[in-house]
Nanobody, 127 residues
């Protein structure tokens, strides 16, 4: 039902920045919980960040400890798009980054809470 298309990945030197984009289909995007995950070769897919409506009907975001104060998730509901701004990149950030959506709006930091996934975009950070 929901299609997600990531873009913005590429090759960057350590200390540099990238902004990933995820364009989503759907007529109720503002209600979706949206997440970013990443997967390095031979590793489990791990949580990076999410953004969803919180208890007071305001958007709430959270991050993995490994990316706090370096990455920032945001959304533009008029464009049905979620972003991941990645600053101060490290070689250990190298992975395929995946966008995920939960149209019911309750998903958080675990994979099974999301119903839809994009195809992924490669981020490579050189030392």
């Amino acid at each position: 039902q929901v299609q997600l298309v990531e873009s913005g990945g590429g090759l960057v030197q350590a200390g540099g920045s990238l902004r990933l984009s995820c364009a989503a289909s759907g007529r109720t995007f503002s209600r979706y919980a949206m997440g970013w995950f990443r997967q390095a070769p031979g590793k489990e897919r791990e949580f990076v960040a999410f953004i969803r409506l919180g208890g007071r009907n305001a958007y709430y975001a959270d991050y993995a400890d490994s990316v706090k104060e370096r990455f920032s998730i945001s959304r533009d509901n008029a464009k049905n798009t979620v972003y991941l701004q990645m600053n101060s990149l490290k070689p250990e950030d190298t992975a395929v980054y995946y966008c995920a959506a939960d149209p019911l709006g309750s998903a958080s930091n675990y994979r099974a809470s999301y119903d839809y996934w994009g195809q992924g975009t490669q981020v490579t950070v050189s030392s």
